[in-house]
């Protein structure tokens, strides 16, 4: 496996360094998991991620807001992470438009701006990337950024649900528990819950034992 890893960062360098920016990325990206590299070298994964970014190619883009993000591998800057997310959620990247609408929602990087975080989720939800279903849909139960509407909550938490997105399953059932934008089925609760459970979700653990304390 090694070996093979190996030798797919040597073609990756090859093309890498004739600034091809798919390989740059990917070269970035055996580096920040230290695949083929000995060990992880996330200083290296960001010059390349850099490079690729700096051509325009939107998931080097994401890569490098999401590590000006969370500040591995270089000094933690929110608007430089705001900045890139954006260029790559401008070309459709879905993942990028999340993180570009959770900045809006959270006011990191970028002004608070609710409405703008709600149009971000949108176009990334419509893509079925289940973290920004799930975020649309808390957006329109709570009503954040938008008009309150709990079936239209329910809609984007099903979407999420159905994909394994434990805090989306939960959420869901949540509102088939209380009957909010959905008719009240104690019976679909439960087996919401008891999905999101299995995948450690303390909420929906709380939830189960509230609901069905005997079942198993």
Known sequence: RDG???QALEQWRSAANA??????WALGRLYEEGQGTHQANITEAISWYRKAA???YAPAQ????HVYATGR????????????????AEQGNAQAQGNLGIMYATG????????EAVKWFQQAAQQRYAPAQFNLGYM??????????????VKWYRKAAEQGYASAQTNLGAMYATGRGVAKDEAEAVKWFRQAAEQGNVNAVTA?????????
């Open 4 to 6: 093979k890893h190996s």
């Open 19 to 24: 600034r091809y920016p798919p390989a740059q």
């Open 54 to 56: 700096e051509q325009g």
């Open 62 to 65: 994401g890569n490098l807001g």
């Open 73 to 88: 591998g270089v000094g933690k800057d929110e608007a430089e992470a705001a900045k890139w997310f954006r260029q790559a």
């Open 108 to 115: 990191r990087g970028v002004g608070k701006d609710e409405g």
């Open 140 to 153: 329109y139960e709570k009503g954040r950024g938008v008009s309150k509407d709990d079936p239209e909550a």
């Open 208 to 216: 189960l034992r509230k609901l069905a304390p005997i079942s198993n």
